[in-house]
């Protein structure tokens, strides 16, 4: 996104540095980054197809021999794509929703990892361009997110703490809009039948919601706008747990330092395990869980130190407190619940 440099107030002071001293991607990193992203646009356009579709009989595959057992799963996976696909062709304004939910859903990882990449080139750091990593499209959200990775020492406090916040910061920025237009299209609830996922709001969608006179009810359908944000606040919020190398996790080190970034950490893990059993144990939800395997992991993972430990300033420290009510505004501790 063009203005993800914009992130980076122009009050901050920030030294500058030719984008000699940072190393520009190559012809084959454009077209490695870019077909990524394109495999990733097809399964998430598949992912919003499958939100919005009703369901579809798929007769399973008849297995005679061993080969077919063992392809049992594949074969009817590849059968259910392939019926969700021939669908869509049919009804056109499925595949609208479809391109819709993935559009928005990709402009929102694309505005938070290229804040982090316009971050990283003003200071001169040497970061590639974002990596999109698809997933199988009847899994989660049809991508496992985006990330890039920084091949070059942070010089300083101020620019792991710039570098940190600028992408979650510059994504909740096109995440409210998408939220914006996803609330004012919501449809009337109906009643739930069977098995069902509720999609609980989190707090940025419930203040809309006041603003524009919208009541939220879990079981109103959803519509592409509104997962498309709904998953990009999620992600926001992950990220910005204050553990490990996670931008929640930079900033904290950048804040408190490095003795307290620790026992933030596992304070933030502790916490969320609980919430872990509580969401299953009250809603009948495993997402918790997920969160805690992630923390748990990013806790082994070692934080660099930055070689230079200057004061942040007063500026930061601003950016720093809404950066946090950012994070209260996407987190939600239930996010998902299983009828």
Same mark, same amino acid.
């Given at each position: 996104?063009?203005?993800?440099?914009?992130?980076?107030?122009?009050?901050?002071?920030?030294?500058?540095?030719?984008?000699?001293?940072?190393?520009?991607?190559?012809?084959?990193?454009?077209?490695?980054?870019?077909?990524?992203?394109?495999?990733?646009?097809?399964?998430?356009?598949?992912?919003?197809?499958?939100?919005?579709?009703?369901?579809?009989?798929?007769?399973?595959?008849?297995?005679?021999?061993?080969?077919? &057992?063992?392809?049992?799963?594949?074969?009817?996976?590849?059968?259910?794509?392939?019926?969700?696909?021939?669908?869509?062709?049919?009804?056109?304004?499925?595949?609208?929703?479809?391109?819709?939910?993935?559009?928005?859903?990709?402009?929102?990882?694309?505005?938070?990892?290229?804040?982090?990449?316009?971050?990283?080139?003003? &200071?001169?750091?040497?970061?590639?361009?974002?990596?999109?990593?698809?997933?199988?499209?009847?899994?989660?959200?049809?991508?496992?997110?985006?990330?890039?990775?920084?091949?070059?020492?942070?010089?300083?406090?101020?620019?792991?703490?710039?570098?940190?916040?600028?992408?979650?910061?510059?994504?909740?920025?096109?995440?409210? %809009?998408?939220?914006?237009?996803?609330?004012?299209?919501?449809?009337?609830?109906?009643?739930?039948?069977?098995?069902?996922?509720?999609?609980?709001? $989190?707090?940025?969608?419930?203040?809309?919601?006041?603003?524009?006179?919208?009541?939220?009810? $879990?079981?109103? $359908?959803?519509? $592409?706008? &509104?997962?498309?944000?709904?998953?990009?606040?999620?992600?926001?919020?992950?990220?910005?747990? %204050?553990?490990?190398?996670?931008?929640?996790?930079?900033?904290?080190?950048?804040?408190?330092?490095?003795?307290?970034?620790?026992?933030?950490?596992?304070?933030?893990?502790?916490?969320?395990?609980? *919430?872990?059993?509580?969401?299953?144990?009250?809603?009948?939800?495993?997402?918790?869980?997920?969160?805690? *395997?992630?923390?748990?992991?990013?806790?082994?993972?070692?934080?660099?130190?930055?070689?230079?430990?200057? %004061?942040?300033?007063?500026?930061?420290?601003?950016?720093?407190?809404?950066? *946090?009510?950012?994070?209260?505004?996407?987190?939600? %501790?239930?996010?998902?619940?299983?009828?």
């Amino acid at each position: 996104m063009s203005e993800s440099a914009r992130v980076i107030p122009p009050f901050i002071d920030v030294p500058f540095v030719s984008s000699r001293q940072g190393i520009r991607p190559t012809a084959r990193e454009w077209v490695q980054h870019g077909a990524l992203f394109f495999v990733t646009l097809i399964t998430t356009t598949i992912a919003g197809i499958v939100t919005a579709a009703p369901d579809i009989d798929v007769p399973p595959p008849t297995p005679v021999t061993l080969i077919d &057992y063992l392809l049992y799963i594949p074969q009817y996976y590849v059968r259910t794509v392939g019926a969700l696909l021939s669908l869509a062709l049919m009804k056109p304004d499925l595949l609208a929703q479809g391109v819709i939910f993935s559009t928005m859903l990709l402009a929102i990882l694309t505005a938070h990892e290229m804040g982090h990449y316009v971050a990283c080139r003003r &200071y001169g750091v040497s970061a590639t361009l974002p990596f999109f990593v698809p997933a199988p499209p009847l899994f989660l959200a049809g991508t496992f997110g985006a990330f890039i990775k920084i091949r070059s020492p942070i010089p300083s406090r101020r620019a792991l703490f710039d570098i940190g916040l600028a992408g979650p910061l510059a994504g909740f920025i096109v995440a409210v %809009p998408v939220a914006v237009i996803g609330i004012l299209t919501m449809r009337p609830p109906v009643p739930a039948e069977g098995y069902a996922i509720i999609f609980h709001d $989190p707090l940025l969608f419930r203040i809309i919601a006041k603003l524009v006179g919208k009541t939220l009810d $879990p079981y109103s $359908p959803t519509n $592409p706008y &509104y997962m498309a944000s709904w998953i990009g606040l999620l992600v926001t919020s992950l990220n910005l747990m %204050p553990v490990g190398q996670l931008d929640g996790g930079h900033a904290t080190f950048a804040v408190f330092g490095q003795r307290s970034h620790k026992f933030i950490g596992l304070f933030a893990f502790a916490a969320i395990a609980i *919430l872990a059993g509580l969401g299953f144990y009250w809603y009948g939800s495993p997402s918790g869980f997920l969160y805690s *395997l992630l923390l748990a992991i990013m806790l082994k993972v070692r934080h660099p130190q930055p070689e230079d430990v200057e %004061p942040l300033g007063t500026a930061r420290f601003w950016i720093a407190i809404i950066t *946090l009510m950012v994070f209260l505004l996407s987190f939600w %501790p239930f996010p998902i619940t299983i009828t």
